[in-house]
């Protein structure tokens, strides 16, 4: 069974650079060919996707973020991490790392998030 | 982008009930349409992929039906643990990722 765990400081000071790392444990973060993605939730609000990253390295970003992130990936300790910098308050929010599984049927790839950390608050404040 | 909408916002019911969420999006999507259930304070956790395919260890009370533009998600005998909040997600932009504002069901 997979499972996720983020870590990192819970609390960041405006214009700084907020700093995550998932823990994946279970199994290999290089085994089967899946993306590994940051999503948040500011609190009472939706999701949001943040990016994504595959063991290659290879990124997808969200478009309104895309300036201000970095995902990167550490395959030795089994674990990606998620870079925010010049954070300002709306950027508070609860952030998630998942894996990205998918489904082929009909010709074509279906990608969901099926596995989830628990998820960590980061505060944005002086 | 891919705009995606759900209704209601929220509704109320009672243990046993029937329950329909819809999910729309602002163009087609085919069938790259999941669903999600988020508790408080818990991470969302898959209920249903690719639109009707139910997500392994999910209770067979849930199911998804759509295509296109218009989605479905029904909660057929509504049990105390499925009070939350249920989120659509289209993946038919991938890697771009959407999910809908969210629908929360709460007790009458």
């Known amino acids: 069974q997979v499972q996720l765990q983020e870590s990192g400081p819970g609390l960041v000071k405006p214009s700084q650079t907020l700093s995550l790392t998932c823990t994946v444990s279970g199994g290999s973060i290089s085994s089967g060919s899946y993306y590994w993605s940051w999503i948040r939730q500011p609190a009472g609000k939706g999701l949001e996707w943040i990016g994504r990253i595959y063991t290659s390295g290879s990124t997808n970003y969200n478009p309104s973020l895309k300036s201000r992130v970095t995902i990167s990936v550490d395959t030795s300790k089994n674990q990606f991490s998620l870079k925010l910098s010049s954070v300002t308050a709306a950027d508070t929010a609860v952030y998630y790392c998942a894996r990205v599984g998918y489904y082929y049927g009909s010709g074509s790839y279906v990608d969901y998030f099926d596995y989830w950390g628990q998820g960590t608050l980061v505060t944005v404040s002086s | 982008d891919i705009q995606m909408t759900q209704s209601p916002s929220s509704l109320s019911a009672s243990v046993g009930d029937r329950v329909t969420i819809t999910c729309r999006a602002s163009q087609s999507i085919s069938s790259y349409l999941n669903w999600y259930q988020q508790k408080p304070g818990k991470a969302p956790k898959l209920l249903i992929y690719?639109?009707?395919s139910l997500q392994s260890g999910v209770p067979s009370r849930f199911s998804g039906s759509g295509s296109g533009t218009d989605f479905t998600l029904t909660i057929s005998s509504l049990q105390p643990e499925d009070f939350a909040t249920y989120y659509c997600?289209?993946?038919?932009?991938?890697?771009?990722?959407?999910f809908g504002p969210g629908t929360k069901v709460d007790i009458k």
């Open positions: 997600q289209q993946s038919y932009s991938t890697p771009l990722a959407a």
């Open positions: 690719a639109a009707s």
